[in-house]
T-cell receptor
Framework: GENVEQHPSTLSVQEGDSAVIKCTYS??????FPWYKQELGKGPQLIID?????GEKKDQRIAVTLNKTAKHFSLHITETQPEDSAVYFC???????????FGAGTTVTVRA | DAGVIQSPRHEVTEMGQEVTLRCKPI?????LFWYRQTMMRGLELLIY????????DSGMPEDRFSAKMPNASFSTLKIQPSEPRDSAVYFC????????????FGQGTRLTVV
């Protein structure tokens, strides 16, 4: 099955700086890569996703890049704000499968 | 739509008791997932339903765990008998199709077994 590894496990950044989280996956059949944000006491919520026919996708301060050859994808948050503090999860899923394999999560703290 | 609704939000029970967690998926979604979240193991998929039919329950830890989906708008996860190691946050999620589309998570049920 799919194995997703996520680094770092914790990340502390100064407000206004950028944050980068990296994930690798094992199954070359995976073609859907979502990122979820989980705030304290809440369920994970999708913030951005990318499919294998796209190398990069942006949504305001958030961007995701995908390198299928190397089997890794990354989340970039620019101009970080205190409300970006949360746990972020990457995930991967093959097109013909229902299973979404999650990384272990990254706790991001934005210092004011 | 109010999103995925789970109840109760918190449950404290004694070891050996039966626990039932409930989930109402988003209307129109045909896929439903139950996840368990712990510090040690992260987010684990317990069971997946498609069109109310259990497709894969390989993530269910033991026979003490069971899940049902009697109709498109309701699912339950039952633990009988409960044990302290079952303490975790249990999430229900639904999507319009499988794992290749956005999954919408509920607020979760925090279960504590003492």
């Amino acid at each position: 099955g799919e194995n997703v590894e996520q680094h770092p496990s914790t990340l502390s950044v100064q407000e206004g700086d950028s944050a980068v989280i990296k994930c690798t996956y094992s199954d070359s059949a995976s073609n859907y890569f979502p990122w979820y944000k989980q705030e304290l006491g809440k369920g994970p919520q999708l913030i951005i996703d990318i499919r294998s026919n796209v190398g990069e996708k942006k949504d305001q301060r958030i961007a995701v890049t995908l390198n299928k050859t190397a089997k890794h994808f990354s989340l970039h948050i620019t101009e970080t704000q205190p409300e970006d503090s949360a746990v972020y999860f990457c995930a991967a899923s093959p097109s013909n499968d229902y299973k979404l394999s999650f990384g272990a999560g990254t706790t991001v703290t934005v210092r004011a | 739509d109010a999103g995925v609704i789970q109840s109760p939000r918190h449950e404290v029970t004694e070891m050996g008791q039966e626990v039932t967690l409930r989930c109402k998926p988003i209307s129109g979604h045909n896929s439903l997932f139950w996840y368990r979240q712990t510090m040690m193991r992260g987010l684990e998929l317990l069971i997946y339903f498609n069109n109310n039919v259990p497709i894969d329950d390989s993530g269910m830890p033991e026979d003490r765990f069971s899940a049902k989906m009697p109709n498109a708008s309701f699912s339950t996860l039952k633990i009988q008998p409960s044990e302290p190691r079952d303490s975790a946050v249990y999430f229900c999620a639904s999507s319009s199709w499988g794992g290749n589309t956005e999954a919408f998570f509920g607020q979760g049920t925090r279960l504590t077994v003492v």
